[in-house]
């Protein structure tokens, strides 16, 4: 967050307009640099794959399920607030990755776009923080891996982990390892249609 | 967006079959945050530039509270229609692989 707003004052008040052209190489450079590490990341998670051997085909239906939901309810809101499908979907498709899913629907389509897919994501995250210590107690414990989305391979897992049990704490890391896998693929795709 | 793909698509062979060493994980994740942090600065910088978006904001918050909303719920909802059947299924298959975890030790 801290980023961006370093970034508007000086879009707002220091950006000479000679450097405005220059930065399209630089942030294509940037995008490139951070999608390998990205990859590198997910693609050295092995101990994750072989848990989800383990636990068998089924526990993809969580991963399934959080993401459909999440975009249809991202479609619905969509509805609501007269946004094109395109847009609404790939904002859902986000699952709670703000720093990706923003600044890719920036790049690729248009940066007021990527700026609601980033807002949208952050408020996920936090209202994922608020919900899932309820919804364990309330609901039930898998409930509690739904609101997290992406984020519950890092960020909000210790904290399922606390309201939950080891079970679902595995369960919620393949969710979210599944879910971030799906990320900069789904993004791109929806936000081109 | 073949670009976005060929990207991801070479870090993730690289990371399956090279996975990096801790030093090197450090290093890669460092590069990561770098590109990161250089595509949200742009980002900032494009819509501070636009006087039209920064006196949008307001309404974007609005709009962002809803779709993240909408989106928590919908994700919810369809764990909710599912989670009588997952909790059997994957409790079982999750106890199994902690008793031949324990087997093993």
Redesign the interface.
């Known amino acids: 967050m801290g980023?961006?707003?370093?970034?508007?004052?000086?879009?707002?008040?220091f950006?000479p307009a000679s450097l405005?052209g220059h930065?399209e190489l630089?942030?294509?450079i940037?995008?490139?640099?951070?999608?390998?590490?990205?990859?590198?990341?997910?693609?050295?998670?092995?101990s994750t794959w072989s848990?989800l051997c383990?636990?068998?085909w089924?526990?993809l239906?969580?991963p399934l399920?959080?993401?459909?939901?999440?975009?249809?309810?991202?479609v619905?809101?969509?509805l609501?607030?007269n946004?094109p499908f395109n847009e609404?979907s790939a904002?859902?498709a986000g699952f709670g990755w703000y720093?990706?899913s923003?600044?890719?629907i920036?790049?690729?389509y248009d940066?007021?776009v990527?700026?609601?897919a980033?807002?949208?994501?952050?408020?996920?995250e936090l209202?994922?923080f608020m919900?899932i210590p309820v919804?364990a107690v309330k609901?039930?414990?898998?409930?509690a891996?739904?609101?997290g989305?992406a984020t519950t391979m890092d960020t909000t897992l210790p904290v399922i982990s606390r309201a939950t049990d080891?079970?679902t704490t595995?369960?919620a890391l393949v969710n979210g390892t599944s879910l971030s896998l799906l990320v900069?693929?789904l993004v791109?795709?929806l936000i081109?249609l | 967006m073949s670009f976005i793909f060929i990207c991801l698509a070479t870090g993730g062979l690289i990371g399956f079959f090279r996975p990096p060493s801790k030093a090197l994980a450090k290093y890669v994740n460092l590069a990561t945050m770098a590109g990161l942090f250089i595509l949200l600065v742009s980002m900032g910088a494009q819509l501070g530039s636009n006087k039209k978006v920064a006196a949008d904001l307001g309404q974007m918050g609005i709009q962002a509270f809803v779709l993240a909303g909408m989106s928590v719920l919908g994700s919810i909802c369809l764990v909710r229609l599912l989670a009588a059947s997952l909790e059997k299924r994957l409790s079982l298959s999750a106890a199994k692989d902690i008793s031949k975890a324990g087997e093993r030790r």
């Open positions: 980023a961006v707003v370093l970034g508007m004052v000086w879009g707002r008040w950006l405005a930065l630089v942030t294509n940037a995008l490139g640099l951070m999608l390998v590490g990205v990859g590198i990341e997910l693609g050295s998670k092995r848990r383990v636990l068998g089924r526990v239906l969580v399920a959080v993401g459909i939901g999440s975009l249809a309810g991202a619905g809101a969509g609501m607030l946004l609404s904002i859902g720093s990706l923003g600044v890719l920036a790049q690729i940066v007021q990527g700026a609601l980033f807002l949208t994501n952050v408020i996920r209202m994922a919900l919804l609901m039930s414990k898998l409930m891996v739904a609101p989305g080891a079970d595995i369960i900069p693929v791109p795709v081109s």
